[in-house]
């Protein structure tokens, strides 16, 4: 039922796609809002309990309907966890941006492309030439691809429908909280990071592989191996190294910003990139999707025999 529940939810969420936007986000968004508000007092633990609020509730709400309707029996399991994934899985969230950034360049209209990538990454991209955006577009795709479709479908494999809904909020709360960067929200959000980061160490390496089988296989392990370390975010440094390796561009790097310049670490021993590049990573991602979609099925008809 796994690779059923995932491929049904799939297709539904490229046939009928759920905004970022819409009720069910934005009314957790207010409560872990107001939890943020009623908790944080500056220290480690307030976010430590408000996380745990946030988190485990709705995942424990979620295994005993689960529960509940695999002893019920039907079909229910099954429409259960397609609509569980259906609002876990996001692939349409971020493709939005990404296609829109990508057409937007090929018209060569660069002011909508600097509204599109600063407002997909939450900071004024005034200052990016194309070459800049069209980097900082590619890891941002592969990022999210790995945020919203990779790291979820491991979960799900793990703790179904629960571990599905478990490490989407981790991933929002990691970026809704730990983005923060003055004194007292900074230390509430340090958990909402550390938790991420530890529900994330595995999926992020196997969304690494699935970059690599699916691309330049030595590319994304020698880069993997020799760059990823120098990344701050350590799991986001795998997923990036090795899609830069299993592509053949170079990603990272410096980018300009309204007063300097922000200096980051280079991932990727290829070329410069560029829109055939931005093509070449929707490939890779579907390539990689399909890839873990294949094992999936090999396991699920292993299991029936």
């Not at 909020?169 to 970026?175: E, G, P, V």
């Not at 550390?194 to 690494?208: N, Q, S, Y």
């Not at 190294?241 to 592509?247: K, N, S, W």
Request: charged share 20%; aromatic share 12%; glycine share 12%.
């Amino acid at each position: 039922m796994t690779f059923l529940s995932l491929a049904l939810a799939l297709l539904l969420e490229q046939l009928r796609p759920l905004r970022s936007g819409n009720r069910l986000y934005g009314g957790f968004a207010r409560y872990v809002n107001r939890l943020a508000r009623n908790f944080n007092a500056g220290r480690y633990g307030d976010g430590v309990v408000s996380w745990l609020l946030a988190v485990l509730p709705l995942m424990l709400i979620t295994a005993i309907i689960s529960l509940s309707l695999r002893h019920a029996g039907g079909v229910f399991p099954l429409i259960w966890s397609v609509g569980v994934l259906y609002f876990a899985l996001g692939f349409r969230h971020f493709s939005y941006f990404y296609t829109d950034i990508l057409q937007a360049l090929q018209r060569g209209d660069l002011a909508r492309a600097r509204d599109l990538i600063g407002e997909w990454r939450g900071r004024s991209a005034a200052e990016l030439d194309e070459s800049e955006i069209t980097r900082v577009a590619i890891e941002l795709g592969l990022v999210y691809s790995h945020r919203h479709v990779f790291g979820v479908i491991a979960w799900f494999i793990v703790l179904g429908p629960a571990g599905a809904i478990g490490y989407r909020l981790a991933a929002l709360l990691a970026a809704r909280w730990g983005a923060a960067r003055d004194g007292d929200s900074r230390i509430f959000g340090q958990f909402a990071l550390r938790a991420h980061e530890i529900i994330d160490w595995i999926p992020a390496r196997l969304t690494a592989l699935g970059f690599a089988v699916a691309g330049n296989f030595m590319g994304a392990v020698e880069c993997w191996r020799d760059q990823a370390a120098d990344w701050p975010e350590p799991n986001r440094g795998v997923v990036l190294a090795a899609g830069a390796g299993a592509l053949g561009v170079r990603l990272g790097g410096v980018l300009r910003r309204e007063g300097g310049i922000e200096d980051r670490p280079l991932l990727g021993d290829g070329d410069e990139a560029g829109l055939d590049y931005m093509h070449a990573a929707i490939g890779l991602i579907w390539r990689a999707l399909v890839l873990w979609m294949f094992l999936i099925l090999l396991v699920t008809i292993a299991s029936w025999f």
